[in-house]
């Protein structure tokens, strides 16, 4: 095994596209050869990340590929990056998403083709970073830069009303993560360190003065950043508009990965700082999961827009994977990690399958289609593929993290699994609908008749998700392998808590 | 004076004013070479003497800073305190000339006077931070203003330069009359004018109530020029008259260096009621600046509520404790100044003849027509708003951190409330910038070469403090070692 390979992997990973962002700004702008720049740098990149599952130890618990490095002496903030089984499969995923989204936005992205690329580029680097971050001052500080790109993207390149969708977006988040800030820098004040496992340690072993009674707006401050980014049930009209908004690149990466920001913070730091103030808020957090569940699927129900439609079937998966996480059991949070993955891999498919009509017909409205399966048959094949993993078929990836998901939650209360149940019959309704609507009968309007097939590049985009989701649920245990023994770690103080409630 | 006996001013106590003479004979000789020169030769030359005046008072700060003590029969003192804000003020300088060859071309204003008045009033400023003695305060401060008064009102074709250059001389007049008043009664009540007295008095026990009046006044004089609310009515108007660099220059060095004297009062003379003081006029600083700023379509006045809402977070740092307190209040100049510069560099070579581009209506599309100049922009706004990798981030997040680790959360709550109000009207201008379509009747020139490195300067800066800011904080660090020892 290669060691010195190790101890960079994390940081050539992360900073590779940047670096490539930066090279592109001195390109001359000739589309061609930029699109294709970026092509081979987010490839290169994915296929550096894929050392990281090869190389994991299974065995070791904790962080691996570590890097600690001093950056500022004061205030105390190091360059600690590392990654569990959750955090790697994580940055797999969006370094498996972002060529995509370069093969997807090639030809839809005409004006103004250097600078998408470059905050694409930037936007990578950036949402790798906040998943190996282990020092909570440079995890927001990934965080905050998720943010630019990201509304940069929707409010350039996104449809009619986009300025109003960034600025939503922007605003959103942004006032979210003051409140994070805000309890880090409490966090700092009494333990002087940013480390997160030092403040950990700190934490559990009671070293922190006052915690018990700022616990609680800590653990808030936290988790309504979180709670913005996944969205959780009240704080989720900014996605709608959103993803309506934005390219289709922006779409695939903001379901794809920029959600999971959320869902991976509350795992790592509300349930790794405040285990007890975790255990107190989850009947009202896993109720609000439910909500995200039911209320989006019903909302997907009735869109005639097929990318809103996308958009609401996103917070309803996000629903499951709170509910999976607050669920405190290795079942319900193995489940958990496993939706997040197979959300990213088939809605972002989804996202690039609606773009790919959009691209041809400029409008997202279901009622404009109609029997596209005759012209276009492998469009309605791959779609019709996508939308079952979606929906969680067994044998592909939706069923996997749903069951698991559903199965901890039966055993952290039955009401709860029953109720998260509905959700999987819910899902089959409105996808199904959708796509008996846009594909099945006659074609409807004359314009849909001669529309043409996918072309090689658009294949090129859909065969990885496709044969990703197929194998994804055929053996999970590729994924779960890695993810279990960090579950487990991260549930370890739930355990002592129990046996320390029981034990009383 | 104990030191009567010693008449003659030793070379040591040159050294000890070094910065300051040099900027003086630079000045003067920029005020004696213009009657001789030809008028539209005379902006390049002069430029250029002002440039080097500038620079030279940059290596004199630094030569100096191997000679820290007191000079001048105690009345300067040299110290990391002082060479911090005199590298700023000659820095800062060198910038604003830089953006103002293009400026004065442009505008066609007349160059003698304007070079010399900004290297007269880096003097004053200079003198402030290294100032040790209430009286000679007041003639630093008085030498900064007079030259910030003319300067502002130094457009005379636009009767609202004029308008802008006589408010801000009556009022500042009335601040400086109100500090003056300040510093005598703190005079009668310990019986000193040297800060170091001032501070064994006041630390000694009993405090005069005299002393709690002086320190509200001089507070009031101060509070002004830094543009701090209630005393902040004043600054849309004059930054909305006052040629852009000048606007650029004194948002940021005058400011600098009335902070530098904020810091010695409260912190090294140990004022008594700072706390509350500060509290009220913080936190009424960052509402009123970002409430007011949040309505603004001219880029100027926006960036003038701005200034007064940063005012607030600074003075933030005023109520921490000084260990905290004093490297962070140094550090957000440094990093304000920076970014404040460089924005309205960008502000001043878009305006283009008479200023005429200054409303947020003429930014649009900037992003497209010149993607250069909207970067840099974008920069400068980020950073004001306080995102990471820029000095506006970390100036914020050591104001906080220090106000948390004295226990000042209601403030820090207000501060974080504000931050967040204020992303929405800077996110404005990047929004008009890149998401509007391009208007084609705005000119954009291609930018001038001392434009370009004035810029090239304030990012790097800003970047740099936003990315290593730990050997600025570390040396500012030294002045609370040295305060508290």
Same mark, same amino acid.
């Given at each position: 095994?290669?060691?010195?390979?190790?101890?960079?992997?994390?940081?050539?990973?992360?900073?590779?596209?940047?670096?490539?962002?930066?090279?592109?700004?001195?390109?001359? $702008? $000739?589309?061609?050869?930029?699109?294709?720049?970026?092509?081979?740098?987010?490839?290169?990149?994915?296929?550096?990340?894929?050392?990281?599952?090869?190389?994991?130890?299974?065995?070791?618990?904790?962080?691996?590929?570590?890097?600690? $490095?001093?950056?500022?002496?004061?205030?105390?903030?190091?360059?600690?990056?590392?990654?569990?089984?959750?955090?790697?499969?994580?940055?797999?995923?969006?370094?498996?998403?972002?060529?995509?989204?370069?093969?997807?936005?090639?030809?839809?992205?005409?004006?103004?083709?250097?600078?998408?690329?470059?905050?694409?580029?930037?936007?990578?680097?950036?949402?790798?970073?906040?998943?190996?971050?282990?020092?909570?001052?440079?995890?927001?500080?990934?965080?905050?830069?998720?943010?630019?790109?990201?509304?940069?993207?929707?409010?350039?390149?996104?449809?009619?009303?986009?300025?109003?969708?960034?600025?939503?977006?922007?605003?959103?988040?942004?006032?979210?993560?003051?409140?994070?800030?805000?309890?880090?820098?409490?966090?700092?004040?009494?333990?002087?360190?940013?480390?997160?496992?030092?403040?950990?340690?700190?934490?559990?072993?009671?070293?922190?003065?006052?915690?018990? %009674?700022?616990?609680?707006?800590?653990?808030?401050?936290?988790?309504?950043?979180?709670?913005?980014?996944?969205?959780?049930?009240?704080?989720?009209?900014?996605?709608?508009?959103?993803?309506? @908004?934005?390219?289709?690149?922006?779409?695939?990466?903001?379901?794809?990965?920029?959600?999971?920001?959320?869902?991976?913070?509350?795992?790592?730091?509300?349930?790794?700082?405040?285990? @007890?103030?975790?255990?107190?808020?989850?009947?009202?957090?896993?109720?609000?999961?439910?909500?995200?569940?039911?209320?989006?699927?019903?909302?997907?129900?009735?869109?005639?827009?097929?990318?809103?439609?996308?958009?609401?079937?996103?917070?309803?998966?996000?629903?499951?994977?709170?509910?999976?996480?607050?669920?405190?059991?290795?079942?319900?949070?193995?489940?958990?990690?496993?939706?997040?993955?197979?959300?990213?891999?088939?809605?972002?498919?989804?996202?690039?399958?609606?773009?790919?009509?959009?691209?041809?017909?400029?409008?997202?409205?279901?009622?404009?289609?109609?029997?596209?399966?005759?012209?276009?048959?492998?469009?309605?094949?791959?779609?019709?593929?996508?939308?079952?993993?979606?929906?969680?078929?067994?044998?592909?990836?939706?069923?996997?993290?749903?069951?698991?998901?559903?199965?901890?939650?039966?055993?952290? $209360?039955?009401?709860?699994?029953?109720?998260?149940?509905?959700?999987?019959?819910?899902?089959?309704?409105?996808?199904?609908?959708?796509?008996?609507?846009?594909?099945?009968?006659?074609?409807?309007?004359?314009?849909?008749?001669?529309?043409?097939?996918?072309?090689?590049? @658009?294949?090129?985009?859909?065969?990885?998700?496709?044969?990703?989701?197929?194998?994804?649920?055929?053996?999970?245990?590729?994924?779960?392998? %890695?993810?279990?023994?960090?579950?487990?770690?991260?549930?370890?103080?739930?355990?002592?808590? %129990?046996?320390?409630?029981?034990?009383? | 004076?104990?030191?009567?006996?010693?008449?003659?001013?030793?070379?040591?106590?040159?050294?000890?004013?070094?910065?300051?003479?040099?900027?003086?004979?630079?000045?003067?000789?920029?005020?004696?070479?213009?009657?001789?020169?030809?008028?539209?030769?005379?902006?390049?030359?002069?430029?250029?003497?002002?440039?080097?005046?500038?620079?030279?008072?940059?290596?004199?700060?630094? #030569?100096?800073?191997?000679?820290?003590?007191?000079?001048?029969?105690?009345?300067?003192?040299?110290?990391?305190?002082?060479?911090?804000?005199? #590298?700023?003020?000659?820095?800062?300088?060198?910038?604003?000339?830089?953006? +103002?060859?293009?400026?004065?071309?442009?505008?066609?204003?007349?160059?003698?006077?304007?070079?010399?008045?900004?290297?007269?009033?880096?003097?004053?400023?200079?003198?402030?931070?290294?100032?040790?003695?209430?009286?000679?305060?007041?003639?630093?401060?008085?030498?900064?203003?007079?030259?910030?008064?003319?300067?502002?009102?130094?457009?005379?074709?636009?009767?609202? +330069?004029?308008?802008?250059?006589?408010?801000?001389?009556?009022?500042?007049?009335?601040?400086?009359?109100?500090?003056?008043?300040?510093?005598?009664?703190?005079?009668?009540?310990?019986? +000193?004018?040297?800060?170091?007295?001032?501070?064994?008095?006041?630390?000694?026990?009993?405090?005069?109530?005299?002393?709690?009046?002086?320190?509200?006044?001089?507070?009031?004089?101060?509070?002004?020029?830094?543009?701090?609310?209630?005393?902040?009515?004043?600054?849309?108007?004059?930054?909305?008259?006052?040629? +852009?660099?000048?606007?650029?220059?004194?948002?940021?060095?005058?400011?600098?260096?009335?902070?530098?004297?904020?810091?010695?009062?409260?912190?090294?003379?140990?004022?008594?009621?700072?706390?509350?003081?500060?509290?009220?006029?913080?936190?009424?600083?960052?509402?009123?600046?970002?409430?007011?700023?949040?309505?603004?379509?001219?880029?100027?006045?926006?960036?003038?509520?701005?200034?007064?809402?940063?005012?607030?977070?600074?003075?933030?740092?005023?109520?921490?404790?000084?260990?905290?307190?004093?490297?962070?209040?140094?550090?957000?100049?440094?990093?304000?100044?920076?970014?404040?510069?460089?924005?309205?560099?960008?502000?001043?070579?878009?305006?283009?003849?008479?200023?005429?581009?200054?409303?947020?209506?003429?930014?649009?599309?900037?992003?497209?027509?010149?993607?250069?100049?909207?970067?840099?922009?974008?920069?400068?706004?980020?950073?004001?708003?306080?995102?990471?990798?820029?000095?506006?981030?970390?100036?914020? #997040?050591?104001? #906080?951190?220090?106000?948390?680790?004295?226990?000042?959360?209601?403030?820090?709550?207000?501060?974080?409330?504000?931050?967040?109000?204020?992303?929405?009207?800077?996110?404005?201008?990047?929004?008009?910038?890149?998401?509007?379509?391009?208007?084609?009747?705005?000119?954009?020139?291609?930018?001038?070469?001392?434009?370009?490195?004035?810029?090239?300067?304030?990012?790097?800066?800003?970047?740099?403090?936003?990315?290593?800011?730990?050997?600025?904080?570390?040396?500012?660090?030294?002045?609370?070692?040295?305060?508290?020892?």
């Amino acid at each position: 095994m290669n060691s010195t390979l190790d101890s960079w992997i994390l940081t050539l990973v992360t900073f590779i596209p940047l670096a490539g962002g930066i090279l592109l700004i001195m390109f001359p $702008r $000739r589309d061609r050869d930029i699109r294709l720049f970026a092509l081979v740098v987010s490839l290169l990149d994915f296929v550096l990340s894929l050392h990281l599952p090869t190389h994991f130890q299974h065995a070791q618990a904790g962080f691996q590929y570590e890097v600690n $490095r001093l950056w500022i002496a004061n205030p105390n903030i190091h360059y600690h990056m590392g990654a569990d089984g959750i955090s790697m499969w994580l940055v797999v995923l969006t370094t498996f998403l972002t060529p995509l989204c370069v093969l997807i936005s090639w030809k839809s992205i005409h004006e103004r083709v250097k600078e998408f690329f470059i905050l694409l580029l930037i936007l990578e680097t950036a949402l790798i970073g906040v998943f190996i971050s282990l020092d909570l001052f440079l995890f927001y500080f990934f965080w905050e830069a998720t943010l630019i790109p990201m509304a940069l993207l929707i409010g350039i390149y996104g449809h009619g009303r986009r300025v109003y969708a960034a600025i939503k977006f922007f605003l959103y988040t942004m006032i979210a993560s003051m409140f994070m800030l805000a309890a880090i820098l409490w966090l700092y004040a009494k333990t002087g360190t940013f480390d997160f496992t030092a403040i950990q340690t700190a934490i559990s072993s009671g070293q922190v003065e006052n915690f018990a %009674a700022a616990a609680p707006w800590l653990f808030l401050g936290f988790f309504v950043a979180f709670a913005v980014k996944v969205p959780l049930f009240p704080f989720h009209t900014w996605l709608p508009d959103a993803h309506v @908004e934005a390219p289709t690149a922006g779409s695939v990466l903001l379901a794809g990965v920029l959600l999971k920001m959320g869902t991976y913070g509350m795992l790592r730091f509300n349930l790794g700082l405040f285990p @007890e103030q975790s255990r107190s808020n989850a009947p009202w957090i896993m109720v609000l999961g439910l909500i995200g569940i039911i209320y989006g699927a019903l909302v997907a129900m009735v869109q005639p827009n097929m990318k809103k439609l996308i958009a609401y079937s996103s917070i309803s998966h996000l629903g499951f994977v709170v509910l999976g996480i607050f669920s405190f059991t290795p079942l319900g949070l193995d489940g958990a990690t496993f939706v997040m993955l197979a959300h990213g891999v088939s809605t972002g498919a989804l996202f690039m399958l609606a773009g790919i009509i959009y691209e041809r017909r400029h409008t997202y409205e279901i009622s404009d289609f109609g029997g596209l399966a005759t012209p276009m048959p492998v469009y309605a094949t791959f779609f019709s593929f996508i939308v079952l993993s979606s929906v969680g078929l067994p044998l592909l990836n939706g069923f996997v993290g749903e069951f698991l998901v559903l199965s901890g939650a039966f055993r952290a $209360r039955a009401i709860y699994g029953i109720l998260g149940a509905t959700g999987v019959i819910w899902s089959a309704c409105y996808l199904l609908w959708m796509y008996q609507r846009v594909f099945f009968g006659k074609v409807k309007h004359e314009v849909n008749a001669t529309l043409p097939d996918l072309s090689g590049r @658009e294949q090129a985009a859909l065969w990885p998700p496709a044969v990703t989701a197929l194998v994804m649920g055929v053996v999970p245990l590729l994924w779960l392998n %890695a993810i279990d023994p960090a579950v487990q770690s991260v549930l370890a103080p739930f355990t002592q808590l %129990a046996s320390k409630v029981v034990g009383r | 004076m104990n030191h009567a006996a010693q008449v003659i001013p030793q070379a040591a106590d040159y050294i000890r004013l070094l910065p300051e003479i040099v900027l003086s004979i630079f000045g003067m000789v920029i005020m004696l070479l213009d009657p001789l020169m030809d008028e539209r030769r005379s902006q390049r030359i002069l430029g250029a003497v002002a440039l080097a005046g500038s620079l030279a008072a940059l290596a004199a700060t630094l #030569f100096q800073a191997q000679y820290p003590g007191l000079g001048f029969w105690n009345m300067i003192q040299v110290d990391a305190f002082s060479v911090f804000f005199h #590298f700023l003020v000659a820095a800062v300088a060198a910038v604003v000339i830089l953006t +103002s060859y293009e400026y004065m071309e442009v505008q066609e204003i007349r160059a003698g006077e304007y070079y010399g008045l900004i290297l007269f009033g880096a003097v004053g400023m200079s003198l402030m931070s290294s100032a040790v003695e209430l009286v000679l305060i007041f003639i630093a401060l008085e030498i900064s203003s007079i030259s910030t008064y003319v300067l502002a009102g130094f457009r005379r074709r636009a009767a609202i +330069s004029s308008e802008a250059s006589v408010k801000y001389f009556l009022l500042g007049s009335f601040a400086t009359a109100f500090f003056l008043y300040g510093v005598a009664l703190m005079f009668g009540a310990t019986g +000193s004018t040297s800060i170091k007295d001032i501070g064994n008095v006041l630390r000694s026990g009993q405090i005069p109530a005299l002393a709690y009046v002086g320190v509200a006044l001089m507070f009031v004089g101060l509070g002004f020029k830094v543009a701090a609310a209630p005393f902040h009515i004043w600054t849309p108007d004059v930054y909305e008259g006052a040629p +852009s660099p000048v606007v650029g220059f004194m948002s940021t060095a005058p400011k600098a260096a009335v902070f530098a004297v904020l810091l010695r009062l409260m912190f090294e003379a140990n004022a008594p009621g700072r706390i509350w003081l500060i509290w009220v006029v913080a936190a009424l600083s960052m509402t009123i600046g970002n409430l007011g700023a949040l309505v603004q379509d001219n880029v100027k006045r926006l960036l003038a509520y701005s200034s007064i809402a940063h005012a607030g977070y600074l003075l933030i740092a005023f109520a921490a404790l000084p260990n905290n307190g004093i490297p962070a209040a140094m550090f957000y100049t440094a990093a304000y100044a920076a970014m404040n510069v460089g924005a309205f560099a960008v502000v001043s070579h878009f305006a283009s003849a008479g200023e005429r581009y200054v409303t947020l209506e003429d930014y649009s599309g900037l992003g497209s027509r010149s993607p250069l100049l909207a970067a840099i922009l974008t920069i400068f706004l980020l950073s004001l708003i306080g995102i990471p990798i820029t000095g506006g981030f970390f100036a914020k #997040f050591y104001v #906080f951190s220090a106000a948390l680790q004295a226990n000042l959360v209601g403030l820090v709550i207000i501060g974080v409330i504000n931050s967040a109000v204020a992303a929405y009207y800077y996110l404005r201008v990047i929004v008009v910038i890149y998401m509007r379509e391009p208007r084609e009747d705005v000119p954009v020139s291609p930018i001038p070469a001392g434009l370009g490195v004035a810029l090239a300067i304030s990012v790097v800066a800003t970047i740099y403090l936003g990315v290593l800011p730990g050997r600025v904080l570390e040396y500012a660090g030294k002045t609370a070692a040295e305060w508290t020892r």
